[in-house]
């Protein structure tokens, strides 16, 4: 795809929305300063509302605690998680971009192997901009990218590729393990940087980590919903899974395209394994239940908005996996608020958005 003569970043400078989910502080933002100041940020406070989170000065924000969430949303802020980083999502219900990237406060600009800072941000616009590939695929990986180009034997009917709707990007230095894998291999670092952004292919589910993501808000961004953790809720660790295999199998569905591999961050803190095993262990022997029931998932042809999508899919949580465990029955009736809330917040066009401050 060739390069336009403004930087791909500068194209969408007003069309995408930084979201941060933070308990903690957004120091971190001082070393994404030279690539994130130009953006809107959204930022959600978990935890105590009544804590101060300093934002560093010179970026254009919004900020929302949970009494903001309980403001706006009222009964439906049930569906929006306490005490876990898949409160984020609620930035995505807020925000009127056409973009969303959404990044952890302990993820810092990483280095190539030349020693180049990477610009996250710019290479998900890039990953956004470019088609997909999902239904065959291309053996040098994105035949968009400067310098390659689609293999002998690709079918030249399938060169345009889809729309791309999610960039999923990954991490140098703490690699994003499930608390088993991290008990056994604590002193392990992901040291491999791999050059290469492909399509996940149609019909393959992956785990989708929102600690590097970005999405294409207008196309899938309600099914973008991070399942209801943390406070409360028997599991954790499992919102960007949810979301992940949720949105792509519709993405499957209406014929768009998931991508992986560049950008990496450098994830900086390896949170508890102790803490992690408790809050994941039910979703480790549940998902092999859940991941027969997406891939078997089909989404009839009447489903033809990812809303329609979306609530067909929460009506076979409820039917299917209602029997697995009780909480699929209140994470199906969360999906449909969140939907429902989608809705409300985005097509009555009421703006939730106040410059550099806090909510209205
Ligand atoms: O109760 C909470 C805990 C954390 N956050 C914010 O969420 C971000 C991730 O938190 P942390 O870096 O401590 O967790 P990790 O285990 O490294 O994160 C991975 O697993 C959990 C999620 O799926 C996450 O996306 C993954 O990256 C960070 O910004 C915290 O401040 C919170 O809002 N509430
Ligand atoms: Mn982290």
Redesign the pocket.
């Known amino acids: 795809m060739a390069e336009t003569s403004a930087s791909p970043t500068l194209l969408l400078k007003d069309e995408l929305d930084i979201v ?5 502080n957004l120091d971190f933002l001082e070393m994404w300063r030279p690539f994130f100041q130009p953006y809107h940020l959204i930022i ?1 406070q ?2 105590d509302p009544s804590k101060i989170i300093k934002v560093p000065g010179g970026f254009d924000y919004e900020l929302y605690n949970r009494n903001d969430i309980t403001r706006i949303l009222g009964p439906k802020a049930s569906c929006i998680s306490f ?3 898949a ?2 999502c609620f930035g995505y219900l807020v925000s009127k971009k056409k973009y969303i990237f959404t990044i ?3 993820c810092f600009v990483a280095k190539d192997p030349s020693g180049k800072e990477i610009n996250a941000l710019q290479q998900h616009i890039k990953n956004l901009l470019a088609p997909s590939t999902p239904f065959f695929f291309n053996t040098l990986y994105d035949p968009y990218r400067e310098g390659t180009d689609f293999v002998r034997g690709y079918p030249f009917s399938l060169r345009e590729g889809v729309p791309t709707a999610v960039s999923h990007g990954l991490w140098l230095n ?1 690699p ?1 393990y499930d608390a088993p894998t991290q008990l056994v291999k604590p002193l392990e670092k992901n040291t491999r940087f791999v050059d290469a952004v492909m399509t996940i292919p149609k019909g393959t589910l992956f785990p989708m ?3 590097n993501l970005a999405f294409n808000r207008e196309l899938i961004g309600p099914a973008m919903y991070f399942g209801l953790m ?1 406070d409360g809720q028997p599991i954790g ?1 499992y ?2 899974m949810w979301a992940g295999w949720c949105t792509k199998v519709i993405c499957d569905h209406m014929g768009w395209g998931v991508k992986t591999g560049l950008p990496y961050i450098w ?1 900086s ?3 508890n394994p102790f803490v ?1 095993l408790k809050k994941e262990y039910k979703g480790i022997y549940w998902q092999e239940e859940l991941i027969p029931f997406f891939q078997s998932a089909i989404l009839p042809k009447d489903c033809t908005t990812v809303q329609k999508c979306y609530i067909e899919l929460s009506k076979q949580v409820r039917a299917k996996l209602g029997k697995v465990d009780e909480y699929f029955i209140k994470l199906a009736d969360a999906m449909v608020t969140w939907v429902e809330a989608w809705d409300e917040l985005n097509q009555t066009g009421k703006s939730s958005e106040v410059p550099n401050g806090a909510a209205k």
């Open positions: 941060i989910p933070t308990i903690r959600v978990d935890g005490k876990d980083s409160c984020r952890d406060d302990d703490i994003d980590c929102g600690m943390g660790r919102d960007d994830h803190k390896a949170s992690n």
